[in-house]
């Protein structure tokens, strides 16, 4: 008698191969022209390179790359609401300040009694007061050697 033979049909596949994937990546960076960017940069010379090197190598542009990673580090803690809040105030007060005539009246001193007993002015002031507090305490503290270590506290050389 005969042996059985052993058959096992190949799944169909079911999503796109890495070769594929890459085919496709590689025809949307074409599409896109950075494929073309990207070999005239590599085919310009090396001269290009280490100018770019030259320039991220300055203290100026290492200075410029940990403060952009110090501000995202610190905006990263303000939750996006916060945020929206305080850079639409800014716009509204932006607005308001172009708005503004130079020839604005100065209150008097009717008016500025009138200010000192204005509920609403001291609800506005109160909190504008204590920001400026929290700030000036901030700003008296000596900067970090490594802000990132005191952000993270991991050890770094930045």
Excluded: C
Aim: glycine share 8%.
């Amino acid at each position: 008698m005969a042996e059985p033979v052993e058959y096992r049909p190949r799944p169909t596949p079911t999503e796109p191969s890495a070769y594929e994937e890459l085919d496709r990546l590689v025809q949307t960076l074409h599409e896109q022209g950075l494929l073309r960017l990207a070999n005239d940069l590599a085919s310009a010379n090396k001269g290009i390179v280490e100018i770019l090197v030259r320039g991220l190598t300055t203290p100026g542009a290492q200075n410029a790359l940990q403060n952009l990673g110090a501000a995202a580090m610190v905006l990263g803690r303000v939750p996006p609401g916060t945020f929206y809040r305080v850079a639409d105030a800014a716009r509204l007060a932006l607005e308001r300040l172009t708005e503004s005539s130079p020839d604005h009246p100065a209150p008097g001193v009717r008016g500025a009694y009138r200010l000192l007993n204005d509920d609403d002015a001291w609800r506005t002031l109160g909190p504008l007061v204590e920001a400026l507090g929290v700030f000036g305490r901030a700003m008296s503290r000596p900067p970090p050697e490594r802000p990132i270590t005191e952000y993270s506290g991991k050890e770094s050389e930045a």
